[in-house]
């Protein structure tokens, strides 16, 4: 008798774990944490991170989900990323967030689109990301980012009429906000002059030689930051007498380290500047302080990366498509995704008919070679 009551015991509690087993949406991170973009992918995943523990659960459909992050690192390399996707499609996720850098999430945007699960971009800039119909994103686009704020910056503020641009060969990114500079910089009756290097190039100094020796005023290296970390470096043993320019991607304190206690004036165009939220600020930085972590991979200190904003708003994004879904399902998710709208830190976020997000700015900032900390310019609207 007392085997059966511990038998009929044992089962009920079986019932009652099972009765009570959470319901689980996985969100899929597919981000660089190694590789020359590694550094960047891990400022943008700790906005997610901070996002998700902030707001580990969401209610779709009537219930409430716990909400996991599953991570897979694409390497920052095209060849790596496919696979790095099709591991994400392996874990059955519903949403996927990334990547930082565009050529990645070009690479892995048909694996995506062959399982049916919507893919929202972060900060890849490079308009041909959402080609893909399962390719929503919340950052800028390259024509604007080069040609309507960058090559107007060079031209009107900055005073240049000839600009060296430099160029990771075979990157995406890289290459698309050189064309667009390009063309809106000539367009202002500026002149160019295009050049690039091959992937694990360390030595710049020729490049450097090249752009003083055509009289650049402006030096643009919308490089990552591995690259402009080294660039800014040997500038600085040089004494060049150019600007340095570049896009969202040198927006880093790793980027600004490298810079402080140098002679290199540097500007970038990005998505956010710390002290826009004075109280959002200081929670990130709390969080970053109380996890060691954390802290390293955001570089050493607790400066905020604009990336890390953008990161913290995309899961947002992603939670407000799940709930207008009111499922998991991803087909559902991808359905629901051209009607969400969203106030978040970097702004309000909305989509266009490609999936585009409708951003009208961009912040300018600069690098205070003393401190080492990056100072807010301007904010650069479309007309």
Known sequence: MKKVI?????????LCAAGMAENVVRIGV??????????????????MQYAN???????IGGEEYK???????????????????????????????????????????????????PAIGVTCTNPQVT????????????????GTVLASLAYNTLGATTVYALAEAGNDYDAGLV????????????TVIPDSFATGNSDFTGLLNNATGYGAQVLFCPVSIAYSTQIIQQAASQGVAFTLL?????????????????????????FYQE?????????????????????????????????????????YVALEALKAAGSTAPADVMAALPSVVYDGVSGHIEFDEKGDAKRDSAVIKTVNTETGEWEFVTEQKVD
Request: hydrophobic letters at 40%.
């Open 6 to 14: 511990a038998l009929v015991l044992a089962m009920m509690l079986v």
């Open 131 to 146: 080609d893909s119909p399962n390719y929503w994103r919340i950052c800028f686009t390259d024509p604007f980012q080069g």
């Open 53 to 59: 523990q902030e707001t580990p659960t969401v209610e």
């Open 179 to 190: 064309n667009y500079f390009t063309e809106a910089f000539e367009a202002l009756g500026g």
């Open 67 to 117: 909400v996991e992050l599953v991570y897979a690192d694409n390497g920052s390399d095209a060849t790596k990323a496919p696979s790095a996707a099709n591991d994400l499609v392996s874990k059955d996720v519903s949403v996927v967030l990334g990547s930082y850098g565009s050529s990645v999430s070009k690479a892995g945007a048909p694996i995506f689109e062959q399982a049916g699960i």
């Open 246 to 270: 570049g896009g969202d991607t040198l927006d880093s304190n790793v980027v600004a380290n490298a810079a402080k206690d140098t002679n290199v004036t540097l500007y970038v165009s990005t």
């Open 275 to 315: 002290g826009a939220n004075a109280e959002f600020d200081q929670n990130f930085k709390d969080w970053l302080n109380a996890n060691p972590e954390m802290l390293t991979n955001n570089g050493g200190n607790d400066m905020i990366s604009a990336v890390s904003i953008m990161g913290y708003d995309a899961y």
């Open 30 to 47: 597919f981000e660089p944490s190694t590789g020359d973009s590694g550094a960047g992918g891990k400022q943008e995943m700790l906005g």
